[in-house]
C-alpha cells in the first residue's frame, strides 16, 4: 500500500516550503492553503516534515533508529 506524508490542514499556513523542498514534485499547493499529496512517487525522504514551520506535515512512516 503506497504511503504518504499526512497533512493537517488546521495547522497548514500555505507558505509552499514544503512544495518547494520536495524534489519529487509530489506536493501541491490547492487555493493557496493547503499542501497535498500530488504523485505516488514519494521515496519517504521526510525532507517535507523538517522544512514544514507549523508542524502540518508528518511522516508516520519514518523509520528511526535508535542506537542501543
Ligand atoms: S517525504 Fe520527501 S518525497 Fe515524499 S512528499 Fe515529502 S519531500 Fe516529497
Ligand atoms: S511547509 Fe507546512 S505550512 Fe508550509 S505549505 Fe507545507 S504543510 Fe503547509
Not at 7 to 31: E, F, M, N, Q, R
Amino acid at each position: 500500500m503506497f504511503e504518504s506524508p499526512v497533512i493537517d490542514p488546521g495547522k497548514c499556513d500555505g507558505c509552499g516550503l514544503c512544495v518547494t523542498v520536495c524534489h519529487l514534485d509530489g506536493l501541491a499547493l490547492v487555493a493557496g492553503t493547503v499542501a497535498i499529496i500530488a504523485t505516488t512517487e514519494c521515496d519517504w525522504c521526510a525532507d517535507c516534515e523538517v522544512v514544514c514551520p507549523t508542524g502540518a506535515i508528518t511522516c508516520p512512516f519514518e523509520i528511526v533508529v535508535l542506537e542501543c
